[in-house]
C-alpha cells in the first residue's frame, strides 16, 4: 500500500455538502484532497445536442470499471407486504388500470449519480431553504424529533449558499419566510405550468416559480438557462450550477485543494488514541492507497456514509466508527411521491422550459385537518417525458400504425402532476452492511430495510386525491399513468442516517455535524438529518449546513481542538 502525504483535510465525496466544505477549508489555508467515487465529467461531452440523446444520457449514475453501468450497488431487506390501508387506496383507482397490482411493494431504487459534483449532476436545481416550522417537529406536532439548530442559525448561510451559486427565484411566497430579493429574478412558468395552474387557481392553491440553481441571466461566465428541459441529464449550458461547475473550482483556484476522481473509500483508520489518522482507498487501477491527514469528513451521501463508517470497524468500534449510540444507519428517511401523468387535448409544448419550474407550498406546514403529520408540496414537471423516445417507451401503446397516430396527435401533450411528502425518522428503516454481496472493489454494500408507516398511507392518500382534483380542475383529457412511493420507490431525496443532536445516545453528530465519538471525524450531508423540513429539496439545506460546519471546523482547528 502506497502512503500519500499527509494533509490537513480528506473530505469523502464532492457533492452538495463535501464542495462546500472544500471551498471554505481551501480559502481558509488547509490543505485539502477530495476523493470521489466516480468520474470527472466535461459538460460539453454530454449527449444533449446528440439525435441519441436519450439513450445515453449523462452523467451516467455509476459506472463500474469492469462491468460498466452498474444499478444494484445495495440490496434490499425484506420486501414490505402490502399494506391494508394503502390496498384500500390502490383499489380506489384500480379500475381505471393505473396500477399494476401486486401484495409486495416494490424495493426503493436510489436515484444518484457518482462523479465530480455528486448528485447535483442530474439534479433538476431545487433550492429551497427550510422554514422555521421545519426545525421543530416535535415541539409543533408532537412527533419525530426537533433539531439542535434552529432556522435563524442557518438563515446566514442559506443567504451565503444562495450568493455562491447565483440562485434565481420570486420572493413573496405567503407559504415562507421573508427573506429579500434573490441573486437573480425567477424563471417564468413554462407554457406546461401555465396550462395546469388553471386547476390550483380554481382550488386556491399557489402554483409559485421555484427557486432555482439555475441562472436566469448570465451570471460568473455561466449563460442564461435555454429551457431545454434536459437538467436531469446535466447540463451542457453551466446554466445549472451543480457543484463542479460552481463550488470545486473555486475551491481548487484556491491552490489548496486536489480532487482525486475514480477514489474508492475502503474504510476509516484509528490512530492510538482513537482519532481518525486517514483512510485507505483505491484508485482508478484498483490499486490501494493510504491519505493520511487530521481531520476527516465523509460526505458521501445518507446511504454511502453510514455504508462506510459500518464497514469501519475496530477493537475500539466493533459495531462500526462513531457507532456508540448504535444509531449509524438508522432513521432512514426517504421520499414519498405520488405523480399522476394527464394528456391535454391542446398543444402544452411540456418538453420545453424547466424539468420542475413550479411549486405549491399550501400544504408545506402540517395541517391539524389533515390525517397525517408531515408537509406536502405539489408540482408540475415533464420528469421522465423529456423527448419522442421516452413518450414512445412510457406512454405510447400498441405498435406500427397505432402508435404513430398516438405520437403524432399527442407528443408534448403529456405532463406529469406531483407530489412530495415529507417521511418521519424511524428507526426500523435503516441503512445497514450485507456481507453476503460485495463491490467491484470487494468492499460490503449497503442494505437498504425500509417500510411505509401509516402516516405515509395516509399522506399517500392525501397526495392522490388532491393531484386527481388538480388535474380534474385544470381540464385535462385524460389520466394515462399514476404511480406512487409503493408502486415506484424513487428515492432521490434521502436523509436521516447519521442524525446530528446534543444528547450522544441518542444521536451520531453533534450540531456542527461532528462526531460525538471521535472528534476529528465529520459528517456532512443530508445524513445528519433530523427531519425532512417540510418535504423540501434538501440540497440548498445540505449546502447551508456545510458551510455553517466549516466555520466550525475552521475555529476548531485554530484553537488546537481537532
Same mark, same amino acid.
Given at each position: 500500500?502506497?502512503?500519500e502525504?499527509e494533509i490537513?483535510?480528506c473530505?469523502i465525496?464532492?457533492?452538495?455538502g463535501?464542495?462546500?466544505?472544500?471551498?471554505a477549508?481551501?480559502?481558509?489555508g488547509?490543505?485539502?484532497?477530495?476523493?470521489?467515487?466516480?468520474p470527472r465529467?466535461?459538460?460539453?461531452?454530454?449527449h444533449? &445536442?446528440?439525435k441519441?440523446w436519450?439513450?445515453?444520457?449523462?452523467p451516467?449514475?455509476?459506472i463500474?470499471?469492469?462491468?460498466?453501468?452498474?444499478?444494484?450497488l445495495?440490496?434490499?431487506?425484506?420486501p414490505?407486504k402490502?399494506?391494508?390501508a394503502?390496498?384500500q387506496?390502490r383499489?380506489?383507482?384500480?379500475d381505471r388500470g393505473?396500477f399494476n397490482?401486486t401484495?409486495?411493494?416494490?424495493?426503493p431504487h436510489i436515484d444518484r449519480a457518482?462523479?465530480?459534483?455528486?448528485?447535483t449532476?442530474?439534479?433538476?436545481?431545487e433550492a429551497h431553504r427550510?422554514?422555521?416550522?421545519g426545525f421543530?417537529?416535535?415541539s409543533?406536532?408532537?412527533?419525530?424529533? +426537533?433539531?439542535?439548530?434552529?432556522?435563524?442559525?442557518?438563515?446566514p448561510?442559506?443567504?451565503?449558499?444562495?450568493?455562491?451559486?447565483?440562485v434565481?427565484?420570486l420572493?413573496g411566497?405567503?407559504f415562507k419566510?421573508?427573506r429579500?430579493p434573490?441573486?437573480?429574478?425567477?424563471?417564468e412558468?413554462?407554457?406546461?405550468?401555465?396550462?395546469v395552474?388553471?386547476?390550483?387557481d380554481?382550488?386556491?392553491?399557489?402554483?409559485?416559480?421555484?427557486?432555482?440553481n439555475?441562472?436566469?441571466?448570465?451570471?460568473?461566465?455561466r449563460?442564461?438557462?435555454?429551457?431545454?428541459?434536459?437538467?436531469?441529464?446535466?447540463c451542457?449550458?453551466?446554466?445549472?450550477?451543480?457543484?463542479?461547475?460552481?463550488?470545486i473550482p473555486k475551491a481548487e483556484?484556491?491552490?489548496n485543494?486536489?480532487v482525486?476522481?475514480?477514489?474508492?473509500v475502503r474504510?476509516?483508520?484509528?490512530?492510538n488514541?482513537g482519532?481518525?489518522?486517514?483512510v485507505i482507498?483505491y484508485d482508478?487501477?484498483?490499486?490501494e492507497?493510504?491519505q493520511k491527514a487530521?481531520?476527516?469528513v465523509v460526505?458521501?451521501?445518507?446511504l454511502?456514509s453510514?455504508?462506510l463508517?459500518?464497514n469501519?470497524k475496530s477493537?475500539?468500534?466493533p459495531?462500526?466508527?462513531?457507532?456508540?449510540?448504535g444509531l449509524?444507519?438508522?432513521?432512514?428517511?426517504e421520499?414519498?411521491?405520488?405523480c399522476?401523468?394527464?394528456?391535454?387535448?391542446?398543444?402544452?409544448?411540456?418538453?420545453?422550459?424547466?424539468q420542475? +419550474?413550479?411549486?405549491?407550498?399550501?400544504?408545506?406546514?402540517?395541517?391539524?385537518?389533515n390525517?397525517?403529520?408531515?408537509?406536502v408540496?405539489f408540482?408540475?414537471?415533464?420528469?421522465?417525458?423529456?423527448?419522442?423516445?421516452s413518450y414512445?417507451?412510457?406512454?405510447?401503446p400498441g405498435?406500427?400504425?397505432?402508435h404513430?397516430?398516438?405520437?403524432r396527435?399527442?407528443?408534448?401533450h403529456?405532463?406529469?402532476?406531483?407530489?412530495?411528502?415529507?417521511?418521519?425518522?424511524?428507526?426500523?428503516n435503516q441503512i445497514?452492511?450485507?456481507?453476503?454481496?460485495?463491490?467491484?472493489?470487494?468492499?460490503?454494500v449497503?442494505?437498504i430495510t425500509?417500510?411505509l408507516s401509516?402516516?405515509?398511507?395516509?399522506?399517500?392518500s392525501f397526495?392522490?386525491?388532491?393531484c386527481y382534483?388538480i388535474?380534474?380542475a385544470?381540464g385535462a383529457?385524460d389520466?394515462?399513468?399514476q404511480?406512487?412511493?409503493?408502486?415506484l420507490s424513487?428515492?432521490?431525496?434521502?436523509g436521516?442516517?447519521?442524525r446530528m443532536?446534543t444528547n450522544?445516545?441518542?444521536s451520531v453528530l453533534?450540531?456542527?455535524c461532528q462526531?460525538?465519538d471521535?472528534?476529528?471525524?465529520?459528517v456532512?450531508?443530508s445524513?445528519?438529518?433530523?427531519t425532512?423540513?417540510?418535504g423540501d429539496?434538501?440540497s440548498l439545506?445540505?449546502?447551508?449546513?456545510?458551510l455553517?460546519?466549516s466555520?466550525?471546523?475552521?475555529?476548531?482547528?485554530?484553537?488546537g &481542538?481537532?
Amino acid at each position: 500500500m502506497s502512503n500519500e502525504k499527509e494533509i490537513d483535510v480528506c473530505i469523502i465525496g464532492s457533492g452538495a455538502g463535501g464542495s462546500p466544505v472544500a471551498y471554505a477549508l481551501g480559502k481558509a489555508g488547509f490543505s485539502v484532497v477530495v476523493l470521489e467515487a466516480g468520474p470527472r465529467y466535461n459538460p460539453m461531452e454530454y449527449h444533449l &445536442n446528440q439525435k441519441d440523446w436519450e439513450q445515453y444520457p449523462y452523467p451516467q449514475p455509476f459506472i463500474d470499471p469492469k462491468h460498466g453501468r452498474q444499478k444494484d450497488l445495495y440490496t434490499y431487506g425484506t420486501p414490505e407486504k402490502l399494506n391494508p390501508a394503502y390496498g384500500q387506496l390502490r383499489s380506489e383507482i384500480k379500475d381505471r388500470g393505473f396500477f399494476n397490482i401486486t401484495n409486495r411493494r416494490r424495493p426503493p431504487h436510489i436515484d444518484r449519480a457518482k462523479g465530480v459534483g455528486g448528485t447535483t449532476l442530474h439534479y433538476q436545481g431545487e433550492a429551497h431553504r427550510f422554514s422555521p416550522f421545519g426545525f421543530n417537529t416535535r415541539s409543533l406536532y408532537g412527533v419525530a424529533d +426537533d433539531w439542535p439548530i434552529k432556522y435563524d442559525d442557518l438563515k446566514p448561510y442559506y443567504k451565503k449558499a444562495e450568493d455562491f451559486l447565483g440562485v434565481s427565484g420570486l420572493d413573496g411566497n405567503p407559504f415562507k419566510p421573508p427573506r429579500g430579493p434573490f441573486p437573480n429574478p425567477p424563471h417564468e412558468l413554462s407554457c406546461a405550468s401555465k396550462r395546469v395552474k388553471v386547476g390550483f387557481d380554481k382550488l386556491g392553491l399557489h402554483l409559485w416559480p421555484n427557486s432555482l440553481n439555475i441562472v436566469s441571466r448570465p451570471f460568473e461566465g455561466r449563460p442564461a438557462c435555454n429551457y431545454c428541459n434536459g437538467c436531469f441529464l446535466g447540463c451542457m449550458m453551466r446554466s445549472k450550477g451543480s457543484m463542479d461547475i460552481t463550488l470545486i473550482p473555486k475551491a481548487e483556484a484556491t491552490g489548496n485543494v486536489e480532487v482525486r476522481p475514480n477514489s474508492v473509500v475502503r474504510e476509516v483508520s484509528l490512530d492510538n488514541s482513537g482519532k481518525v489518522d486517514g483512510v485507505i482507498y483505491y484508485d482508478s487501477q484498483k490499486l490501494e492507497k493510504r491519505q493520511k491527514a487530521r481531520i476527516l469528513v465523509v460526505s458521501a451521501s445518507a446511504l454511502e456514509s453510514p455504508r462506510l463508517l459500518l464497514n469501519s470497524k475496530s477493537s475500539l468500534f466493533p459495531n462500526g466508527l462513531a457507532n456508540s449510540s448504535g444509531l449509524v444507519g438508522k432513521n432512514f428517511m426517504e421520499t414519498i411521491i405520488y405523480c399522476n401523468t394527464v394528456l391535454f387535448t391542446e398543444q402544452i409544448h411540456a418538453y420545453k422550459g424547466l424539468q420542475i +419550474d413550479s411549486r405549491a407550498w399550501d400544504y408545506n406546514e402540517p395541517r391539524k385537518e389533515n390525517g397525517f403529520i408531515g408537509g406536502v408540496v405539489f408540482g408540475v414537471s415533464a420528469l421522465d417525458l423529456l423527448g419522442p423516445a421516452s413518450y414512445a417507451k412510457r406512454l405510447a401503446p400498441g405498435w406500427g400504425r397505432e402508435h404513430k397516430e398516438f405520437m403524432r396527435k399527442y407528443f408534448g401533450h403529456a405532463i406529469n402532476v406531483f407530489a412530495i411528502g415529507e417521511q418521519l425518522p424511524n428507526e426500523g428503516n435503516q441503512i445497514t452492511i450485507d456481507s453476503q454481496k460485495k463491490d467491484y472493489y470487494g468492499i460490503p454494500v449497503a442494505k437498504i430495510t425500509t417500510k411505509l408507516s401509516s402516516n405515509d398511507l395516509e399522506m399517500l392518500s392525501f397526495m392522490q386525491k388532491e393531484c386527481y382534483e388538480i388535474v380534474a380542475a385544470a381540464g385535462a383529457a385524460d389520466s394515462v399513468r399514476q404511480f406512487s412511493s409503493y408502486d415506484l420507490s424513487l428515492v432521490s431525496h434521502m436523509g436521516g442516517t447519521c442524525r446530528m443532536g446534543t444528547n450522544p445516545s441518542k444521536s451520531v453528530l453533534n450540531p456542527y455535524c461532528q462526531s460525538h465519538d471521535v472528534k476529528n471525524l465529520f459528517v456532512i450531508d443530508s445524513s445528519c438529518f433530523v427531519t425532512q423540513g417540510g418535504g423540501d429539496s434538501p440540497s440548498l439545506t445540505i449546502h447551508s449546513i456545510a458551510l455553517r460546519a466549516s466555520d466550525y471546523i475552521i475555529s476548531e482547528a485554530k484553537k488546537g &481542538n481537532l
